[in-house]
T-cell receptor, first 112, second 111 residues
Framework: DTEVTQTPKHLVMGMTNKKSLKCEQH?????MYWYKQKAKKPPELMFV???????INESVPSRFSPECPNSSLLNLHLHALQPEDSALYLC???????????FGSGTRLTVV | KNEVEQSPQNLTAQEGEFITINCSYS?????LHWLQQHPGGGIVSLFM???GKKKHGRLIATINIQEKHSSLHITASHPRDSAVYIC?????????????FGKGTHLIIQP
């Protein structure tokens, strides 16, 4: 298995909702990432998990809460989002300290 | 944090033309990545290179570490090459810290 799988592919949520994005890989990668991409902009790093521990949090608002339950799974819990949080959320993984990155196809999130 | 500059931002060419996309960065790196993103959103890794040149099919990537510059070339371009091409470098220092992306080059190849 050489893929990063993200679910759901599309999500529409209200500002009072709680939802979660899921990312899964079975390549044995020990580093996993969340990126946020607004339209016509490059992806921006949000969180990095290394060996299931949060190693980088790029000053992301607390309404975004990451979780890494095991080495294959990465979640992003969403609560009380704003319309400006609407974006494509990309998950990626890599071998710790070396190698290339594998990206998921993303979750397109719309906050209404 | 490394700064990444890409040029051109937009490029329209005719099928069969030779394409060059340039990337420069501000801080020394362990490796540079070239990525491709189609309108659907998914990102595909094309190359990771730390020196010299790599070739895969019609795609060629080169890097000059001393000059902090890399280029991506497409030979015999085809409409299916139309996509956004992104240069990326390690976010901080290397290792598995994630990537900092350039703004991307939006390439359109017309039949």
């Amino acid at each position: 298995d050489t893929e990063v799988t993200q679910t759901p592919k599309h999500l529409v949520m209200g500002m009072t909702n709680k939802k979660s994005l899921k990312c899964e890989q079975h390549m044995g990668h020990r580093a996993m990432y969340w990126y946020k991409q607004k339209a016509k902009k490059p992806p921006e790093l949000m969180f990095v998990y290394s060996y299931e521990k949060l190693s980088i949090n790029e000053s992301v608002p607390s309404r975004f809460s990451p979780e890494c339950p095991n080495s294959s799974l990465l979640n992003l819990h969403l609560h009380a989002l704003q319309p400006e949080d609407s974006a494509l959320y990309l998950c990626a993984s890599s071998h710790q300290g070396a190698g290339g990155y594998t990206f998921g196809s993303g979750t397109r999130l719309t906050v209404v | 944090k490394n700064e990444v500059e890409q040029s051109p931002q937009n490029l329209t060419a005719q099928e069969g033309e030779f394409i060059t996309i340039n990337c420069s960065y501000s801080v020394g790196i362990s490796a540079l990545h070239w990525l491709q993103q189609h309108p659907g959103g998914g990102i595909v890794s094309l190359f990771m290179l730390s020196s010299g040149k790599k070739k895969h099919g019609r795609l060629i990537a080169t890097i000059n570490i001393q000059e902090k510059h890399s280029s991506l070339h497409i030979t015999a371009s085809h409409p299916r090459d139309s996509a956004v091409y992104i240069c990326a470098v390690p976010y901080s220092g290397g290792g598995a810290d994630g990537l900092t992306f350039g703004k991307g080059t939006h390439l359109i190849i017309q039949p």
